[in-house]
């Protein structure tokens, strides 16, 4: 039995975590999990996983559900996260928070030499120095949750890394793929937030439609994979069939196919090394789809995958900054305060204005992050006048 404390549980990668836990009883059991300010999610949860400690962000969202619930402890805020990662009692931490937030309690658990199943990008995008140093430092192990580095782990399995020529991510292209640059300046979030493949997060989905998700997929591929830029590939792949591929020395291309349901990725971040059945939707009927479709990640359409090339590469304080400025930029977009293309101009701009610095802590990366973010919020306040 694999006991798990999941964080971000009332998203959308949470709420399927909590799916396959109830999918395989005598496999998986929740020991906590914590939700943002959706308590109404942490009440469902509670009625089929009687926990003892929850953690909530807010106080007063603590406060009410402690009086419904006298028998579970609720704790709350970044305390409350490293409280539940910091618990001696469970097996693996699933990491299913959205942002920078979700760094410190992926460092925290792995110091309590805590296996992690990761959903957030930027612990590895912003983070990824520190999380590798600290998983040697404690011999403990990160698991993909992300779908298309779900893909690669699996492709690699029973071949030797030495052997790997090159990574191919894949990437459906987003929900404006069929527009063309300058189509793409009043597109609105709705239109954004109408994904055709997957379903996901509203940030995650903008990320798609701009390609910066992408352009933290290559980033965390390099620091799972252990492999350089210049073996990461990109190719746009319409029908979201194809998860990633791992091309090899010998010329073979491994490529791991399936429904997008992202399921089967958590649960395989939890079974590894063995395959267990799963109730997704539907099954993958390749003679009913028949027909595949490849295309060249057009940089000059998607400028982010070259800026994310050109950060990732120095590295450093880079990758924060990239970061902090398409939180604030994604989240203006969402609140209809700036364009879609203006998420471009602010991720440029950031980059281009910020000073290299190394980083060895993280106290460092959120002296960064709350920098980049408010000067962000400078330029987003001008774009809007
Ligand atoms: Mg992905």
Redesign the pocket.
Known sequence: MKRLVLLGASGSIGLQTADVVRQHPSLFSLRAFGVGRNIQAARELLDQFPVDIVSVQEQEDADILQKEYPHTRFVHGREGMNTLVSLPDYDVFVNALVGFAGLEPTLTAIRHGHDVALAN?ESLVVGGELVYRELNNYGVSLYPI????SAIFQCLQGNRHQDVRRLIITASGGSFRRLSRSELKNVTVRDALAHPN?SMGAK?TID?ATMM??GF?IMEAHWLFDMPYNKIDTVIHEESIVHSMVEYIDGAVIAQMGVADMRLPIQYALSWPVRLPIDLQGKLDLTEIGTLHFRRMDEERYPLIPLTYRVAEKGGSLPAVLNAANEAANLAFRKERIGFTDIEDLLKEAIDQAEYKEISTLEELIETDIRTREETEIKIRRMEK
Do not use: P
């Open positions: 990008k992300d779908s298309e580095h997957w995650i798609s998700n992408k997929e």
